[in-house]
């Protein structure tokens, strides 16, 4: 399975944690999964390492419990072929996949490293196993509601995450731009917007620049403002991007709309 996962650092150790000499994980077809299971490892701190060899030595299991270990920095450690039933939710193991959170997480906080990775995590996992289809805590698999685990609420967990996936797919979404050239008086500038909804967005900065406006940007609420007025900006890859109109307003020009060459035209007045 590809486990290369864009934003996410993946270390592969499942050729190198501590296994049971005899004891073998039995094995399954990857349509067998239907559930990512989430847990936390209870300790304060913990490696793959330890985990393991805990599973194997005071537990007596074939090996490390879970198929994935996300660090407190937000590495995803790679422990177990998702096609091996390991040992982490009693009678649902055949059809789950265990995902742990090192943390206890009865006293402790996930850390957004930790969230962030989780999310990317299951995201891939999903189209890698189209058949896993839900995300439960360990707490929510039949027979456990006693146990405390993940120990942090699982239907906020869902819901961050489909915010988290909507935002993914808004970023694919977002079509080609119609590119817009900008005149300013009548001469061209060397930078160009866009045409959103058939509304034209243009660079904040450059035009501001070229007009004689004051730019600030507010770090706390990340909004920008030219001659002290807020603007419907748009940040495309650290850049602003606000409607010609609004922008024009703000610095005392007039705004033409050149539809046939595609011109947003600015004069002073
Ligand atoms: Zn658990």
């Known amino acids: 399975m590809n486990m ?19 004891l073998k994980y039995g094995r399954r077809k990857l349509t067998d999964i239907r559930s990512a299971a989430l847990h936390h490892s209870a300790t304060l701190s913990g490696s793959p390492g330890a985990f393991a060899r805990y599973h194997v030595s005071t537990n007596g299991g074939p090996g490390i419990a879970y198929h994935f270990v996300i660090q407190k920095d937000g590495v995803i450690y790679w422990c177990n072929d998702p096609e091996s039933i390991s040992y982490h939710v009693g009678n649902s193991n055949r059809h789950a996949l265990g995902i742990c959170l090192v943390g206890d997480f009865r006293t402790q906080q996930p850390t957004p490293e930790q969230l962030d990775a989780a999310n990317r995590l299951i995201e891939h996992l999903q189209v890698q196993i189209p058949s896993m289809k839900q995300v439960f805590g360990h707490q929510e698999y039949p027979g456990y509601a006693w146990k405390n685990c993940p120990a942090f609420p699982m239907v906020k967990f869902r ?6 996936l909507q935002k993914a797919v808004d970023k694919v979404k977002t079509p080609i731009q119609v590119q817009v050239a900008i005149s300013m008086n009548g001469s061209m500038l060397s930078v160009s917007g866009f045409l959103q909804e058939g509304v034209s967005m243009l660079p904040v900065r450059a035009v501001a620049n070229a007009a004689g406006g004051k730019v600030e940007w507010i770090e706390q609420t990340m909004d920008v403002r030219v001659n002290g007025k807020d603007l419907n900006e748009k940040v ?20 033409e709309w050149d539809d046939p060459n595609k011109i947003v035209r600015l004069n002073g007045v």
């Open 4 to 22: 290369t996962i864009p934003g996410a650092r993946v270390m592969d150790v499942r050729t190198s944690l501590p296994r049971h000499k005899s």
């Open 159 to 164: 819901s961050d995450y489909s915010q988290y």
């Open 236 to 255: 495309i890859s650290g850049s602003a991007y606000a409607p010609a109109r609004e922008l024009a307003a703000v610095l005392g020009l007039q705004v």
